[in-house]
């Protein structure tokens, strides 16, 4: 079975300083990897994905990602955090080899302050 | 293009009523699928469909129903709603079955059972 674990209800940062929201997956194969962001009272909005290649992946809005495949983790990351990046992230995963499920993590409320 | 519409956005029902959650995309993607949002558990998925014609059980089908009679559309059918069925429910979707494709979500359906 595959799962997904953000260790982090919330992550708090200070505008202008770097952030990290933090995940770590399981599959049985090879994975594909997912960032999405909720704000209030919104569907998912996606941020970015890991399909294959360079490890580092960029997305929307200045975020990126990395792939770390011995660990086990795709943590979000982005260089200067804004006042407006404030939402729920949730990563998830998908295993090429096992059909459609997707699985999401628990979320990690970004809060960035002024 | 409006991508995945869900209606209604808000409802209250009283337990043991029936409702229908509608789902429509114009994206002709071929797989569309049903998720619930509660505190702390991310996204579990539902119900999914790989086609019209075609559906399948995801984590917690227990209590819903679904159907895909055109590529469009995908309703969600609570028969006898219960109070553990009160959550936000997103439609989503993706433009192949076995691929890295990007899945898109709906708004979300505020669903609140009294």
């Known amino acids: 079975a595959q799962s997904v674990a953000q260790p982090e209800d919330q992550v708090n940062v200070a505008e202008g300083n770097p952030l990290t929201v933090k995940c770590t997956y399981s599959?049985?194969?090879?994975?594909?990897l997912f960032w999405y962001v909720q704000y209030p009272n919104r569907g998912l909005q996606f941020l970015l994905k890991?399909?294959?290649?360079?490890?580092l992946v960029k997305g929307s809005y200045g975020f990126e990602a990395e792939f770390n495949k011995s660990q086990t983790s795709f943590h979000l990351k982005k260089p200067s955090a804004l006042v407006s990046d404030s939402a729920l992230y949730f990563c998830a995963v998908r295993d090429k080899n096992a059909g459609n499920m997707l699985t999401f993590g628990g979320g990690t409320r970004l809060m960035v302050k002024p | 293009n409006a991508g995945v519409t869900q209606t209604p956005k808000f409802q209250v029902l009283k337990t043991g009523q029936s409702m229908t959650l509608q789902c429509a995309q114009d994206?002709?993607?071929?797989?569309m699928s049903w998720y619930r949002q509660d505190p702390g558990m991310g996204l579990r998925l539902i119900h999914y469909?790989?086609?019209?014609?075609?559906?399948d059980q995801g984590e917690v089908p227990n209590g819903y129903n679904v159907s895909r009679s055109t590529t469009e559309d995908f309703p969600l059918r609570l028969l006898s709603a219960a109070p553990s069925q009160t959550s936000v429910y997103f439609c989503?979707?993706?433009?192949?079955?076995?691929?890295?494709?990007?899945?898109?979500f709906g708004e979300g359906s505020w669903l609140t059972v009294v």
């Open positions: 989503a979707s993706r433009l192949q079955v076995s691929s890295g494709n990007t899945i898109y």
């Open positions: 469909s790989v086609g019209a014609g075609i559906t």
């Open positions: 599959v049985s194969g090879n994975p594909y």
């Open positions: 890991y399909i294959t290649g360079d490890n």
């Open positions: 994206m002709n993607h071929e797989y």
